[in-house]
C-alpha cells in the first residue's frame, strides 16, 4: 500500500484518515526553535464533506487514498441511483447514491459533463460544472418590458432546483446559473 | 515565477548590507572579536532535531564523509578554551528541514560568547542589539514556568507526561503516534503558547529537557531548570541563548543520550566531536552565549512574510 509521509504533504493529496479517503486542503509545518516538527493538516472528508484539521509529528507517514477525479456524462436516475459514463470511450458506467450526489442532484442535466470522485472505483463525491444553463419549467409569467431594474421571483428549473430570477423570466427560458452559489446569470439566447 | 531574479528586492539586499554592518559596529564598539570557524565539519551536532547536510569530495560518496555546520557552536567554544575572549560570527548555517515560509535549509546566523556574562546581563545585550536593529525598546522577559502555567495550566517542570497529554487532546485532533514529554511541550508551546505571546519578548529559563547545551540548576522553588532562553519576535523564535555547559562530562552524557534517541527515532548516529570535547576539558571559561537568525531579522526589519523576500535566492531559485 502506497504511503506519503508528511514532507510529501501538499494540497489536493488524496489520503485515508481514520479509513476514509480525504482530501489535504492545507498543509503547514510548526516547529519551535528547536525541537521536533509537527505538521497542522486541514483535510476535507469526501465521503461527507467534513472539513477539520490534524496534527501530526513530522516525519509520520499515511496511507494514500486509491482516489480518482474524472469527467463523466450524467446519463439517468433510476429512482435510487444516478448513472452516470465514463468520457473516455470506454462506456463504462458507474451508480452514484444519495450521498455520493449530494448538492449535485440539483444541477444535473442529461449529457452534461460533471466531476466524480471514485474510490476504490465506486463514486463518492459528484460536482457540477462552475456554470450550467438550464431551462425554466415553471415561474410567474414574465412582465413585459421590465428587463432592467428591480424585483426577483422564484423560477424552477428542470432539474427541479429553485432559483431566484429578475421578472422578465419566461417558462421555456434557458438559464445560465451558478452551481456554487445558485444564483442566475443571465438569460441564454436559443 | 521569474526565477532566475533574486527572491529579494534591491531596497531588502541593501537593508540586509546595512544590517551587517550595524551587526559589525555594534561588536566593535564593545569589544567582540569577530571570527570565522570552518563550515565544513567532520563532526556536527547529535541534536536530534537538526538534520545536518552532508557533503563528500568528488563525483560519488566513497569519500570521507563531511557535513555542512548546523551552527557554528561547536568550534567557536574550542576558540574559547584557547582563551580568546569575547567572539562573534556572521556565518551560513544548514538545517536539512523541510523549507517553510521562515525557514530556508541554509540560513545566516549571528552567534556570539560573552565569557563571565550572566544569562541575564547576555539577555540585556541582545535587547541592546534588538533596539540597534529593529528598534524596539525595553523587550519584557517572562519565565517558561510562568508562561506555561499561564496558557496552559500546568507546571512544566512538574507535570506528568498524562496531563500534557490529556490537555493537548482536549484542543487538538493529533493522529495516534506515540508522542514524548518534550515533544508535547513543543506541540503545545507552538500551538497554544507562541499565538499569546506578545509582540516581543524573552522567555526564559527551559524545562530540562530542552537544555540542549544550558546549564541545569535548581530555581528558587526547587524545579530543575535550563539555563537557556529564546528572544522571540511576532510569534517567532528569532534568538536562543545558553548559559553554558562546561562540564565535559556531562557534555559527552547529554551527547551520547541524544544519540540514543537518534537510534530510537531510526535516525544515523552522529560522530561525537572529540575535539570539541578536548577543548571542554582543557576548560572554557563560564559564560553565556548566543544564536540568532538574522534573516529572521531581516524580515521583521523589512516587514517581509516569507523568508524567500528576505534572501537572494533561496532554496526554491537555486
Not at chain 1, 458507474?94 to 440539483?106: F, G, H, L, T
Not at chain 1, 472505483?121 to 456554470?131: E, L, M, R, Y
Not at chain 2, 525598546?137 to 519565565?143: A, E, H, R, V
Not at chain 2, 528572544?231 to 557534555?251: M, S
Amino acid at each position: 500500500m502506497a504511503t506519503y509521509s508528511t514532507n510529501e504533504f501538499k494540497s489536493g493529496l488524496k489520503v485515508l484518515v481514520d479509513d476514509e479517503p480525504c482530501s489535504i486542503l492545507e498543509n503547514e509545518v510548526v516547529k519551535p526553535g528547536k525541537g521536533q516538527a509537527f505538521n497542522r493538516v486541514k483535510f476535507r472528508n469526501l465521503l461527507n464533506g467534513r472539513v477539520w484539521e490534524r496534527t501530526y509529528k513530522s516525519g509520520e507517514s499515511i496511507e494514500a487514498a486509491d482516489v480518482m477525479e474524472t469527467d463523466m456524462e450524467y446519463l439517468y436516475n433510476d429512482g435510487e441511483f444516478w448513472h452516470f459514463m465514463k468520457t473516455d470511450e470506454s462506456y463504462e458506467q458507474v451508480a452514484a447514491d444519495k450521498n455520493a450526489i449530494r448538492e449535485a442532484e440539483n444541477w444535473l442535466k442529461e449529457q452534461d459533463i460533471y466531476q466524480v470522485i471514485l474510490w476504490n472505483d465506486a463514486p463518492i463525491s459528484v460536482t457540477a460544472p462552475n456554470f450550467i444553463e438550464m431551462e425554466v419549467v415553471e415561474t410567474d409569467p414574465g412582465l413585459k418590458g421590465d428587463t432592467a431594474q428591480g424585483g426577483t421571483k422564484p423560477a424552477k428549473l428542470s432539474s427541479g432546483a429553485v432559483v431566484k430570477v429578475p421578472l422578465f423570466i419566461n417558462i421555456g427560458d434557458v438559464l445560465r446559473v451558478d452551481t456554487r452559489t445558485g444564483e442566475y446569470q443571465n438569460r441564454v439566447n436559443k | 515565477m521569474d526565477e532566475w531574479k533574486s527572491g529579494a528586492s534591491l531596497a531588502t539586499l541593501k537593508l540586509r548590507a546595512k544590517l551587517l554592518a550595524i551587526t559589525r559596529k555594534f561588536f566593535a564598539d564593545r569589544g567582540v572579536l569577530e571570527v570565522e570557524t570552518a563550515v565544513l565539519s567532520r563532526s556536527v551536532s547529535t541534536d536530534v532535531h537538526l538534520d545536518p547536510v552532508n557533503a563528500f569530495f568528488g563525483p560519488t560518496s566513497n569519500s570521507q564523509r563531511f557535513y555542512l555546520q548546523t551552527s557554528p557552536e561547536l568550534q567557536m567554544k574550542r576558540l574559547l578554551a584557547i582563551g580568546v575572549g569575547p567572539i562573534y560570527q556572521i556565518c551560513k548555517a544548514f538545517r536539512g528541514d523541510p523549507s517553510t515560509s521562515r525557514h530556508n535549509p541554509e540560513f545566516t546566523i549571528l552567534e556570539w560568547y560573552r565569557p563571565s556574562f550572566s544569562l541575564t546581563q547576555l539577555m540585556e545585550e541582545v535587547e541592546e542589539f534588538a533596539e540597534a536593529t529593529i528598534g524596539c525598546l525595553k523587550i519584557p522577559k517572562y519565565s517558561y514556568l510562568e508562561v506555561f502555567e499561564g496558557v496552559i495550566g500546568l507546571n512544566p517542570h512538574k507535570c506528568s507526561l498524562e496531563e500534557l497529554e490529556k490537555f493537548a487532546h482536549s484542543r487538538l485532533d493529533i493522529a495516534p503516534i506515540e508522542i514524548r514529554f518534550s515533544e508535547y511541550l513543543d506541540l503545545l508551546m507552538t500551538e497554544f503558547i507562541e499565538p499569546s505571546l506578545p509582540e516581543y519578548c524573552f522567555l526564559y529559563d527551559y524545562p530540562k529537557c530542552q537544555a540542549a547545551m544550558a546549564v541545569i540548576e535548581n530555581d528558587s522553588n526547587g524545579n530543575q531548570i535550563a539555563r537557556r532562553f529564546e528572544l522571540y519576535c511576532k510569534g517567532v523564535e528569532i534568538a536562543n541563548g545558553y548559559f553554558e555547559l562546561t562540564d565535559p562530562v556531562e557534555q559527552l552524557e547529554r551527547l551520547e543520550l541524544d544519540n540514543v534517541e537518534r537510534s530510537k527515532k531510526g535516525l544515523p548516529k552522529m560522530p561525537v566531536d572529540e575535539k570539541f570535547l578536548a577543548a571542554l576539558s582543557a576548560g572554557i571559561p563560564k559564560g553565556s552565549g548566543v544564536a540568532l537568525g538574522l534573516d529572521r531579522l531581516l524580515m521583521i526589519m523589512g516587514k517581509l512574510e516569507d523568508i524567500d523576500s528576505a534572501l537572494a535566492f533561496s532554496i526554491n531559485r537555486v
